[in-house]
Nanobody, 114 residues
Framework: VQLVESGGGLVQPGGSLRLSCAAS????????MSWYRQAPGKERELVAA????????NYVDSVKGRFTISRDNAKNLVYLQMNSLEPEDTAVYYC????????WGKGTLVTVSS
């Protein structure tokens, strides 16, 4: 099983990034996929989640209207489009797959700074 995140980096406040997570080794289309983040000195928090077929989506309040989660079950990919980034969004972002048990990626660092 592998979850490999990409797309992180340094961006100025107000900018955008798109994170991708490539999944392999399990039946991707059967799993809820989520993005979590962990900022320095803080606990890991759920940012966004999307159901297996993509019909159900949830966001933490702090990113609503700015972030969009999506998935491509044909390509085993999940995305997080992040717009209007703020310094408070600085964190390591982790891809998660859940179906009674969890799979985690190693994370990608997003730094929002001028």
């Amino acid at each position: 099983v592998q979850l490999v995140e990409s797309g992180g980096g340094l961006v100025q406040p107000g900018g955008s990034l798109r994170l991708s997570c490539a999944a392999s080794g399990f039946t991707f289309s059967s799993y809820v996929m989520s993005w979590y983040r962990q900022a320095p000195g803080k606990e890991r928090e759920l940012v966004a989640a999307i159901s297996s077929a993509g019909a159900g989506i949830n966001y933490v309040d702090s990113v609503k209207g700015r972030f969009t989660i999506s998935r491509d079950n044909a390509k085993n990919l999940v995305y997080l489009q992040m717009n209007s980034l703020e310094p408070e969004d600085t964190a390591v972002y982790y891809c998660n797959a859940f179906r009674g048990h969890n799979y985690w990626g190693k994370g990608t660092l997003v730094t929002v700074s001028s």
